[in-house]
């Protein structure tokens, strides 16, 4: 199991921004595959994006394209997911995972791929 520690999770209005954040270690920035998900009331959990930083291969899937962003922090061992104009549909548990893969469509549908950190709420609502 590889320590994963999201953060920034919270309510928004819609069509704000909010900025996760996904602590590990540099090891596992080195070599590992970082993904976001996320699991809404009542729905299976989804694959949001994820990205790649030993050859910088980033993933979107399409719903978020064009709102949402992943980059990476080395200085800070740090993975973000920057959101911007949040609907009330992004609303879930949104949780950071690591995975010793390639980044794409096909990885973040197999969950059992993936260690899990806690999640943090995403609530979008006026």
């Known amino acids: 199991q590889v320590p994963v520690v999201e953060s920034g999770g919270g309510l928004v209005q819609p069509g704000g921004s909010l900025r996760l954040s996904c602590a590990i270690s540099r090891f596992t920035l080195g070599y590992y595959t970082i993904g976001w998900f996320r699991q809404a009331p009542g729905k299976e959990r989804e694959g949001v994006s994820c990205?790649?930083?030993?050859?910088?291969?980033?993933y979107y899937t399409d719903s978020v394209k064009g709102r949402f962003t992943i980059s990476r922090d080395n200085a800070e061992n740090t993975v973000y997911l920057q959101m911007s104009s949040l609907k009330p549909e992004d609303t879930a548990v949104y949780y950071c995972?690591?995975?010793?893969?390639?980044?794409?469509?096909?990885?973040?549908?197999?969950?059992?791929?993936?260690?899990w950190g806690q999640g943090t709420q995403v609530t979008v609502s006026s």
């Open positions: 995972a690591v995975a010793h893969s390639q980044c794409g469509h096909p990885e973040l549908l197999l969950l059992r791929l993936w260690d």
């Open positions: 990205i790649r930083p030993s050859d910088g291969s980033t």
